[in-house]
């Protein structure tokens, strides 16, 4: 089974309040990803990273920021939060080369008010 | 419980001609169907999914999915491959029940797609 943590699986927060998700993995993963999900629907990616000081953007504008100062370390921010950021957000990672399965976290659901 | 099955590693088409990717999935109660692509350096990439409604579901870049509930597969097909369609492609299967299994997808084990000129 995978290592990848997400912490706090549940928030719920004001608007405007400054958060940060944060995700580790310890299988010493290359690449690691976060995706947006709303309930019943499909993920779209927001960010990766292929490795330490390494992030893009994804296919879903976001309004997030993300760093990779450590390989285990993805942490997502969110500099003010408001009412349309209310998802679940999943983190994952692979190791790249010829294993290219995503192993995933088991999401923050964030709900702003 | 929830589980995916993609069949083959590898799927090998030339290109112009009709391409499938098989899924068959497991569920306790009705399924949202999902289907990625994964290019080289990228995350997952959604492509189209079935939630109710018309089996047959149309996606991004001329793919398309059947839904049939008997035989319990979600196959993804293209009448035209083409060699940039060649990637890697992931299935996904979550009960209807948003509560169920904490709202998760499971995910197929992937299958790579080459399209030859």
């Known amino acids: 089974e995978a290592d990848i943590y997400q912490t706090p699986r549940y928030l719920v927060i004001g608007t405007g309040k400054k958060i940060t998700l944060e995700c580790s993995q310890t299988m010493g993963h290359d690449k690691m990803y976060w995706y947006q999900q709303d309930p019943g629907m499909e993920l779209h990616l927001i960010h990766y990273s292929y490795g330490v000081n390494s992030t893009e953007k994804g296919d879903l504008s976001s309004e997030s920021t993300v760093s990779r100062i450590r390989t285990e370390h993805f942490p997502l921010t969110l500099e003010s939060a408001r009412p349309s950021h209310t998802s679940q957000y999943l983190c994952a990672s692979s190791s790249g080369g010829s294993e290219l399965r995503q192993y995933f976290g088991p999401g923050t659901r964030l709900t702003v008010t | 419980a929830q589980s995916v099955a993609q069949p083959e590693d590898q799927v090998n088409v030339a290109e112009g001609n009709p391409l499938t990717v098989k899924c068959t999935y497991s569920v306790s109660g009705n399924p949202y169907l999902f289907w990625y692509v994964q290019y080289p350096n990228r995350g997952l990439q959604f492509l189209l999914k079935y939630i109710t409604g018309d089996n047959l579901v149309k996606g991004s870049y001329g793919f398309e999915a059947e839904f049939n509930k008997s035989q319990t597969s979600f196959h993804l097909k293209k009448p035209s491959a083409l060699v940039s369609d060649s990637a890697l492609y992931f299935c996904?299967?979550?009960?209807?029940?948003?509560?169920?299994?904490?709202?998760?997808?499971?995910f197929g084990d992937g299958t790579t797609l080459t399209v030859k000129p």
């Open positions: 996904a299967v979550r009960d209807i029940k948003v509560w169920t299994n904490a709202g998760k997808s499971t």
